[in-house]
């Protein structure tokens, strides 16, 4: 797709979003030049799905912008992730938040994370289970170089937008139960739910991050 086409599809999902609610773009597989069509539209967010391609396409990218990572991170990848990455979207264990903070501490830095909730229940798929939630914060908050900021969930593929409101509702619910707890090293902020075919459900569910890439670029090759 060329970067005019690119720069119109941000600015008709811009002016869809309501306040409060940021434009991640989903940047897997995309050229720098597409990335940086994206940026020059008005996109202030980007997300990664890889470290390698991330290392590959970050000193190409013009502008000011924010990376967040949002694929499943290995934890022999956290040292690059926490030098790369302004936030950690996927979050899925207490053996990689113990890595992420000892990388982290390494370069005196505090490292932002969501909780990736596997809200589906999928047995292929990481994530924490909704019910350990709580638990989880309380174990990861004793961590202080890095900091829960929300959480993020994906929900199984589904084939129309409306399948996915079930486990959009779930994540919110225990966002919003947990969001008022005095956690140490948290602070329940982001919402980071939907994707192309589910941000506009998404956000009636209360996202107040969504991650859309085909509708921005068009499908991947």
């Known amino acids: 797709m060329n970067s005019s086409r690119i720069k119109e599809n941000v600015d008709k999902i811009l002016e869809e979003l309501p306040p409060g609610v940021t434009l991640e773009a989903a940047c897997k597989t995309r050229t720098p030049k597409e990335i940086n069509a994206a ?98 914060i309380h174990s990861v908050s004793e961590l202080n170089h890095i900091k829960i900021k929300g959480f993020m969930t994906m929900g199984p593929f589904a084939g129309a937008d409306k399948d996915f409101i079930p486990y959009f509702k779930i994540t919110r619910k225990i966002f919003d139960s947990l969001k ?3 956690f140490k090293n948290c602070e329940m902020k982001y919402l980071s739910m939907g994707m192309s075919a589910s941000y506009r459900v998404a956000v009636r569910e209360g996202a107040n991050i969504v991650r859309i890439g085909t509708k921005l670029f068009g499908p991947r090759e």
């Not at 000011?64 to 790369?84: E, M, P, S, T, Y």
């Not at 936030?87 to 969501?114: F, G, H, Q, V, Y």
Request: hydrophobic share 35%.
């Open 180 to 182: 008022g707890k005095d």
């Open 39 to 136: 940026l020059s539209g008005g996109v202030k967010l980007l997300g990664q799905n890889y470290i390698q391609e991330a290392e590959e396409v970050m000193d190409k990218v013009s502008g000011k912008a924010k990376w967040h990572f949002i694929g499943h991170l290995q934890r022999n990848k956290a040292k690059k992730a926490v030098r790369f990455f302004d936030m950690i979207e996927s979050l899925d264990s207490l053996r990689l938040a113990k890595k992420l903070n000892k990388e982290s501490k390494k370069i005196d830095k505090i490292t932002n994370c969501l909780i990736e909730i596997n809200s589906g229940r999928e047995e292929n798929k990481y994530g924490i289970l909704p019910e350990n939630a709580k638990e989880f």
